[in-house]
Protein backbone atom coordinates (compact mmCIF):
# COMPACT_ATOMS: atom_id res chain seq x y z
CA UNK A 1 0.00 0.00 0.00
CA UNK A 2 1.14 3.35 -0.53
CA UNK A 3 0.73 6.22 1.21
CA UNK A 4 -1.16 8.22 -1.03
CA UNK A 5 -4.02 5.79 -0.02
CA UNK A 6 -3.65 6.62 3.35
CA UNK A 7 -5.25 9.21 5.93
CA UNK A 8 -4.37 10.96 8.88
CA UNK A 9 -4.90 8.05 11.80
CA UNK A 10 -7.38 8.71 14.30
CA UNK A 11 -6.28 6.40 16.73
CA UNK A 12 -3.16 3.98 17.76
CA UNK A 13 -4.56 0.84 16.69
CA UNK A 14 -5.01 2.45 12.78
CA UNK A 15 -1.68 3.94 12.86
CA UNK A 16 -0.04 0.75 12.81
CA UNK A 17 -2.41 -0.57 10.75
CA UNK A 18 -1.43 1.94 8.29
CA UNK A 19 2.40 1.76 8.76
CA UNK A 20 2.14 -1.88 8.50
CA UNK A 21 0.56 -1.64 5.34
CA UNK A 22 2.96 0.83 4.48
CA UNK A 23 6.21 -0.50 5.20
CA UNK A 24 4.51 -3.89 4.02
CA UNK A 25 3.32 -6.61 5.44
CA UNK A 26 5.99 -9.10 5.17
CA UNK A 27 8.41 -6.86 6.14
CA UNK A 28 6.13 -5.66 9.82
CA UNK A 29 5.86 -9.57 10.70
CA UNK A 30 9.52 -9.73 10.03
CA UNK A 31 10.80 -6.60 11.74
CA UNK A 32 8.76 -7.70 15.05
CA UNK A 33 9.42 -11.54 15.11
CA UNK A 34 13.30 -11.66 14.28
CA UNK A 35 14.31 -9.12 16.29
CA UNK A 36 12.49 -11.00 19.60
CA UNK A 37 12.83 -14.49 18.23
CA UNK A 38 17.06 -14.63 18.12
CA UNK A 39 17.38 -13.76 21.50
CA UNK A 40 15.11 -16.41 22.43
CA UNK A 41 16.51 -19.25 20.57
CA UNK A 42 19.76 -17.96 22.11
CA UNK A 43 19.00 -18.00 24.86
CA UNK A 44 17.12 -21.25 24.79
CA UNK A 45 20.18 -22.70 22.68
CA UNK A 46 22.10 -23.01 25.92
CA UNK A 47 25.60 -22.05 24.05
CA UNK A 48 27.09 -18.86 25.02
CA UNK A 49 28.76 -18.24 21.90
CA UNK A 50 25.03 -18.62 20.07
CA UNK A 51 24.08 -15.96 22.17
CA UNK A 52 26.95 -13.64 21.98
CA UNK A 53 26.21 -13.91 18.13
CA UNK A 54 22.76 -12.79 18.48
CA UNK A 55 23.31 -9.38 21.37
CA UNK A 56 26.37 -8.48 18.70
CA UNK A 57 24.46 -8.94 15.25
CA UNK A 58 21.37 -6.79 17.13
CA UNK A 59 23.02 -4.64 19.03
CA UNK A 60 25.50 -3.55 15.75
CA UNK A 61 22.24 -3.28 13.68
CA UNK A 62 20.61 -0.85 16.34
CA UNK A 63 23.90 1.06 16.77
CA UNK A 64 24.58 1.30 12.95
CA UNK A 65 20.70 2.34 12.76
CA UNK A 66 21.25 5.23 15.64
CA UNK A 67 24.45 6.30 13.55
CA UNK A 68 22.76 7.00 10.42
CA UNK A 69 19.55 8.75 11.78
CA UNK A 70 21.87 11.54 13.66
CA UNK A 71 24.20 12.31 11.26
CA UNK A 72 22.54 11.39 8.13
CA UNK A 73 19.03 11.06 7.60
CA UNK A 74 17.70 13.77 9.92
CA UNK A 75 20.05 16.08 8.16
CA UNK A 76 18.95 15.06 4.71
CA UNK A 77 15.63 15.41 5.79
CA UNK A 78 15.81 19.12 7.01
CA UNK A 79 17.88 20.06 3.87
CA UNK A 80 14.59 18.89 1.17
CA UNK A 81 11.81 20.00 -0.48
CA UNK A 82 8.74 20.15 1.77
CA UNK A 83 7.07 17.78 -1.19
CA UNK A 84 10.70 15.89 -1.10
CA UNK A 85 10.78 15.44 2.52
CA UNK A 86 7.53 13.25 2.23
CA UNK A 87 8.56 11.36 -0.09
CA UNK A 88 11.28 10.17 1.37
CA UNK A 89 9.84 10.38 4.92
CA UNK A 90 6.70 8.27 3.38
CA UNK A 91 9.37 5.29 2.64
CA UNK A 92 11.68 5.85 5.78
CA UNK A 93 9.50 6.38 8.56
CA UNK A 94 6.68 3.57 8.21
CA UNK A 95 9.75 1.16 8.36
CA UNK A 96 11.48 2.45 11.25
CA UNK A 97 8.76 3.19 13.39
CA UNK A 98 7.90 -0.54 13.32
CA UNK A 99 11.25 -2.22 12.89
CA UNK A 100 13.49 -0.44 15.70
CA UNK A 101 11.57 -1.21 19.12
CA UNK A 102 11.44 -4.58 18.28
CA UNK A 103 15.58 -4.47 17.27
CA UNK A 104 16.19 -2.60 21.00
CA UNK A 105 14.06 -5.23 22.79
CA UNK A 106 15.80 -7.81 21.53
CA UNK A 107 19.24 -5.95 21.93
CA UNK A 108 18.13 -5.86 26.13
CA UNK A 109 17.00 -9.04 26.17
CA UNK A 110 19.78 -10.55 24.54
CA UNK A 111 22.50 -8.98 26.91
CA UNK A 112 20.26 -9.85 30.03
CA UNK A 113 20.30 -13.53 28.50
CA UNK A 114 24.02 -13.25 27.66
CA UNK A 115 24.70 -12.16 31.09
CA UNK A 116 22.97 -14.47 32.90
CA UNK A 117 24.50 -17.22 30.95
CA UNK A 118 27.88 -16.18 31.63
CA UNK A 119 26.96 -15.69 35.52
CA UNK A 120 27.30 -11.82 35.60
CA UNK A 121 24.08 -11.48 37.50
CA UNK A 122 24.91 -13.09 40.43
CA UNK A 123 27.73 -10.92 41.14
CA UNK A 124 27.06 -7.35 39.23
CA UNK A 125 30.28 -5.29 38.53
CA UNK A 126 29.80 -1.02 38.49
CA UNK A 127 30.17 -1.59 34.87
CA UNK A 128 27.20 -4.40 34.36
CA UNK A 129 25.19 -1.71 36.73
CA UNK A 130 26.08 1.14 34.15
CA UNK A 131 25.22 -0.79 31.13
CA UNK A 132 21.73 -1.71 32.63
CA UNK A 133 21.27 1.87 33.75
CA UNK A 134 21.83 2.84 30.20
CA UNK A 135 20.07 0.24 28.46
CA UNK A 136 16.97 1.07 30.25
CA UNK A 137 17.43 5.33 29.88
CA UNK A 138 17.50 4.03 25.87
CA UNK A 139 14.11 1.97 25.87
CA UNK A 140 12.59 4.88 27.63
CA UNK A 141 13.88 7.32 25.08
CA UNK A 142 13.07 4.70 22.69
CA UNK A 143 9.38 3.97 23.62
CA UNK A 144 9.30 7.51 24.84
CA UNK A 145 9.61 10.81 22.75
CA UNK A 146 11.60 9.20 20.04
CA UNK A 147 8.32 6.91 19.50
CA UNK A 148 6.05 9.86 20.22
CA UNK A 149 8.23 12.00 17.32
CA UNK A 150 7.67 9.55 14.76
CA UNK A 151 3.96 8.66 15.44
CA UNK A 152 3.78 12.14 14.69
CA UNK A 153 5.65 12.00 11.50
CA UNK A 154 3.79 9.34 10.29
CA UNK A 155 0.49 11.18 11.09
CA UNK A 156 1.55 13.93 8.95
CA UNK A 157 3.13 12.10 5.72
CA UNK A 158 -0.31 10.09 6.01
CA UNK A 159 -2.53 12.88 6.45
CA UNK A 160 -4.55 14.11 3.03
CA UNK A 161 -3.05 17.52 4.02
CA UNK A 162 0.58 17.53 5.36
CA UNK A 163 0.94 20.28 8.01
CA UNK A 164 4.91 20.46 6.65
CA UNK A 165 5.62 22.70 9.74
CA UNK A 166 5.02 20.67 11.89
CA UNK A 167 6.76 17.43 9.78
CA UNK A 168 10.01 19.44 10.02
CA UNK A 169 9.56 20.23 13.46
CA UNK A 170 9.18 16.97 14.44
CA UNK A 171 12.34 15.91 12.40
CA UNK A 172 14.26 18.38 13.95
CA UNK A 173 13.31 17.04 17.27
CA UNK A 174 13.73 13.33 16.36
CA UNK A 175 17.39 14.57 14.90
CA UNK A 176 18.28 16.24 18.57
CA UNK A 177 17.27 13.23 20.54
CA UNK A 178 19.05 10.72 18.00
CA UNK A 179 21.88 12.38 18.77
CA UNK A 180 21.38 11.98 22.83
CA UNK A 181 20.98 8.31 21.75
CA UNK A 182 23.74 8.07 19.91
CA UNK A 183 25.76 9.80 22.84
CA UNK A 184 23.85 6.71 25.25
CA UNK A 185 24.67 4.13 22.72
CA UNK A 186 28.64 5.11 23.10
CA UNK A 187 28.44 4.99 26.51
CA UNK A 188 27.09 1.63 26.29
CA UNK A 189 29.49 0.39 24.92
CA UNK A 190 32.53 1.54 26.79
CA UNK A 191 30.90 -0.54 29.62
CA UNK A 192 31.03 -3.66 27.76
CA UNK A 193 34.89 -2.93 27.27
CA UNK A 194 34.53 -2.42 31.52
CA UNK A 195 32.42 -5.75 31.46
CA UNK A 196 34.58 -7.50 29.50
CA UNK A 197 37.79 -6.55 31.74
CA UNK A 198 36.04 -7.46 34.63
CA UNK A 199 35.47 -3.53 36.28
Avoid: C, Q
Wanted: glycine share 10%; charged share 15%.
Amino acid sequence: MSLVDAHRPTNRRERYRLMADAASRPFAVGAVAVPLLLPLLGYLSGDIRVMFTVHLFLGAFWFGTAVLGAVVLGPVMGSLSEEANVEFASGFVPKMNILMEPVSVGVVGSGLGLAAMMGLLASPTPSLWAALVLAVALLVLGFGPLHAFTSGMFDEIAAEETDHERLAELNKKYGMLSMVELVLMIAIVATMSGIRWGF
